[in-house]
Every structure is written in C-alpha cells, then in structure tokens.
Antibody, heavy 116, light 106 residues
Framework: EVQLVESGGGLVQPGRSLRLSCTAS????????MSWFRQAPGKGLEWVGF??????????EYAASVKGRFTISRDDSKSIAYLQMNSLKTEDTAVYYC???????WGQGTLVTVSS | DIQMTQSPSSLSASVGDRVTITCRAS??????LGWYQQKPGKAPKRLIY???SLQSGVPSRFSGSGSGTEFTLTISSLQPEDFATYYC????????FGQGTKVEIK
C-alpha cells in the first residue's frame, strides 16, 4: 500500500527556517518524481515545487512564490523527500502536502504556521 | 502559467441530484487533468485522471469528460458522502488547480 507521511511542521517566526520531510513506503521511491503542494487556511491548493527522479537528473522546479527561498531534495536510500523552507513569511502559513509523481497519492499534510 | 477557471464556486444540491462542475483552461492542455475531492481537514483524493479515467475504488457515479480547454466532472446521483469541495488540477505545465467548488446540502 502506498503511503506518504509528512512531518516537521510547527510554529516558526518570520524570517526563520523549517525543514519538512515526506516519508514514502509501498512503492519504489527512486523511480518517481515527488511534489509539494500547500493550502493556506480556508483557501485553495497551490503547487510549491517538485523534484524529478534521478533517472531524469533529479532536477527541481518551483513556483514563483517560493523560488529562491524553498529547496526540495530527496534521499532515495531512505525514501524521503525534503522541503527546506528559508526566509519564511506569514503568507507561507499553510498545510503542506507531498504527492507522488502522478498526483495520485497524497500525504495527510503537516501544518506550518509562520507568526511572531 | 496555465489558469484554470472552475465554476460554480459553490452549489446546493439534494441527495439524488445530478451535479456538474466545469473547468476551463486558459490554453489547451490535451487531457492532462484530474479531479479531486477534499473533505474538511483531509488531503485531496483523486477521483478522475486523464480527464475521463475513473480512479480505482471510486464509485461509478463520478465521471469526467473533456479535452483541450473544457472539462466537466459529473456526479450522476449525489450521495450524502459526496458533500465536499471539488478541484480540478491540470498538469500539462506546472500544476495549477481550479478555485474549487463547494457542494453543500440543499
């Protein structure tokens, strides 16, 4: 059974950093691109970025709203995708979800609150 | 970026009603579109992929159609568990969602 579990969320002050993890199981993690999405309280869903599989260079793409501040990486040996978030802003407050390449499976999400 | 315009933003319907939700893409996206259901406090759940293919385990009252720029999600007979918010997601380019349609009890 495919499972994705996000962790690492919490309360953080503006300007600080936070790293989220997405731990995968039930499939060959290294064969798939992985994406991150977010959903601000009471709002719609927004794509954050993705990382391609090593077979496609392991390269990354980001939404304009986070480019230069957020970095996605992966550890295929541990089946984990990471979202490093730097220079956080209050508008980054959201539930963050990871998904598999085809956006078929989603984690339960982890809440990030950016507030002083 | 490809913009997805979803309508209506909300609707009220009764159990047994036929419900239709539409998404329009700002440019052609072939059939690179999925439909998702989201309930409060839960992750989105994919119902339809490739515009018209039913996700395994999803009831057959859900169906999708369209290609290019116009797409439709239809619930043929609304059930109590279907009251939720529905989103379209295009992945022809960087992924973008529609604004969502909240389906409420009439």
């Amino acid at each position: 059974e495919v499972q994705l579990v996000e962790s690492g969320g919490g309360l953080v002050q503006p300007g600080r950093s936070l790293r989220l993890s997405c731990t995968a199981s039930g499939f060959t993690f290294g064969d798939y691109a992985m994406s991150w999405f977010r959903q601000a309280p009471g709002k719609g869903l927004e794509w954050v970025g993705f990382i391609r599989s090593k077979a496609y260079g392991g390269t990354t793409e980001y939404a304009a709203s986070v480019k230069g501040r957020f970095t996605i990486s992966r550890d295929d040996s541990k089946s984990i995708a990471y979202l490093q978030m730097n220079s956080l802003k209050t508008e980054d407050t959201a539930v963050y979800y990871c998904t598999r390449e085809a956006f078929d499976y989603w984690g339960q999400g982890t809440l990030v609150t950016v507030s002083s | 970026d490809i913009q997805m315009t979803q309508s209506p933003s909300s609707l009220s319907a009764s159990v047994g009603d036929r419900v239709t939700i539409t998404c329009r893409a700002s440019q052609g996206i072939r059939n690179d579109l999925g439909w998702y259901q989201q309930k409060p406090g839960k992750a989105p759940k994919r119902l339809i992929y490739a515009a018209s293919s039913l996700q395994s385990g999803v009831p057959s009252r859900f169906s999708g159609s369209g290609s290019g720029t116009e797409f439709t999600l239809t619930i043929s007979s609304l059930q109590p568990e279907d009251f939720a918010t529905y989103y379209c997601l295009q992945h022809n380019s960087y992924p973008t969602f529609g604004q969502g349609t909240k389906v409420e009890i009439k």
